[in-house]
């Protein structure tokens, strides 16, 4: 097998990791070490209802009392966050008389926390910042802090630059992307995860995966989000499993936090069809994006083969492969690795089986089309290679 294949005449790339992060079981008591480090005097806490009724909320609320800090709340977040969502939490943070956010939850709160953060000081509508459209360049460093806290192991948004969000305007789920929207801290405390359901685990952690798959796959050129995607392979090759069947192990529910993290840090390089797909597929039949990436991972792996055959062979080492065979085997083999994932943690393989509607599959392909997640794919693809890759899934 080739080791990493690196062009021969590389362009001139700029690469960033500058996230500060405070990891590891118990990290939530040093939230008010983070708080105090920025200068919040009256953080607004943005999160959802589940996160509330998990008790999450008020773990974070008691810490920073202890802290001599009293918090605001929104819990409105819906799973997969509108705009309304956004503006509804820019009207708490005014009200409240904020000066920062501590964004709490899965991605949704995560990124709702975000684009909040950017209108305090932006005028809207998000749509001005769509990054398909050059909107990042809109965006300005002066933005309030924002300290995130992932309570699922999936997005990891607590170490990424976007925010994703249903537009109004579009009905389209689109990218808000600039280094400005950088969480100033990450705390990630993975006895934050041990409660949460075996589905939920199984379909961020899938999520996890695809972000690690797609961006190792990816066109471009960037050593260090390869690196950090083949170790996130492989800690969800070897965790995942246990996560889902043994919620309670702190050990596997660590190593899929640092899956998480690496799947984000990693996309920065690019993404690819299974996340355009993914993206439509939520506003219009309400799959969670963990569900629609696992479903159509393997899929678009499989559209994929011929023209990156050599890294998904390394895919399928670091998801535990240990045979001796060919390049061609071994891709094919990380193919199968993916299926039997999804299966052994309890996830639908089709998208009939996730509720989405046959007649909705063209309006799927035309807004996975429109979604610039596409660009990075190794194999370049139209709309009907969407609308055929749906069908495949379907």
Known sequence: MKPFDIPPEPRVTEMAWPTRIVFGAGALQRLPAQVARLRMKRPLVVTDAGVVKAGLVSRVLETMKTAGVTCAVFDRVEPNPTEADVFAGLEAYRQQGCDGIIALGGGSALDAGKLVQLLTTHEPPLSRYDDATGGDQFIREDVPPLIAIPTTAGTGSEVGRSGVVTLKDTGRKTVIFSPHLLPRAAVVDPELTLGLPPAITAATGMDALTHCVEAYVAQGFHPLADAVAVDGMTRVGRSLVTAVREGEDLAARTDMMVA??????????????????????????????????????????????????????????????????????????????????????????????????????????????????????????????????AREAY
């Open 260 to 389: 998480a993290m690496e799947g984000a840090m990693a996309f920065q390089k690019g993404l690819g069809a299974c996340h355009a797909l993914a993206h439509a597929l939520t506003p219009i039949s309400g799959v969670p994006h963990g569900l629609a990436n696992a479903i159509c991972l393997p899929v678009v792996m499989e559209f994929n083969r011929a023209v990156c055959t050599a890294r998904l062979a390394r895919v399928a080492v670091a998801l535990g492969d240990t045979t001796q065979a060919r390049e061609e085997v071994l891709a094919g083999n990380a193919v199968e690795r993916v299926r039997q994932l999804n299966a052994a943690v309890g996830l639908p393989s089709r998208l009939r089986d996730a509720g989405v509607r046959e007649a909705d599959l063209p309006l799927i392909a035309t807004k996975a089309f429109q979604d610039a997640s596409h660009q990075g794919n190794p194999r370049k693809v139209t709309e009907a290679d969407l609308l055929a890759l």
